[in-house]
């Protein structure tokens, strides 16, 4: 299955509750078309934690992967 913006979303509702317990968010972007990069935006206290980036690979992205292996990478997009 191809990763879509939905399908993200509906998979990472539990880890956006996470982020929100310590006043933290994230938004799906976009996906690239080879759906092999993931794009978001970080919200809140996530966008100058310090762990933003470990968060990303180890909560958001490996996560992601079991369910859509094409997924390579994430990026973060500025506002």
């Known amino acids: 299955m ?3 913006v939905e399908a993200l979303s509906a998979f990472l509702q539990p880890i956006r ?3 929100a317990q310590d006043g933290g968010d994230i938004d ?3 996906v690239s078309e080879d759906g ?3 794009y978001v935006r970080l919200k809140g206290t996530c966008q100058t934690c310090e762990l933003n980036s470990t968060t990303l690979q ?3 992205l490996e996560p992601l992967r079991r369910f859509f292996p094409s997924l390579e990478a994430i ?3 500025e506002e």
Do not use: M, N, S, W
Request: glycine share 6%.
């Open 28 to 30: 799906f972007v976009r």
């Open 75 to 77: 990026e973060v997009v």
């Open 58 to 60: 180890l909560g958001v």
């Open 17 to 19: 509750a996470y982020l």
């Open 36 to 38: 092999r990069i993931l």
């Open 2 to 4: 191809k990763p879509t």
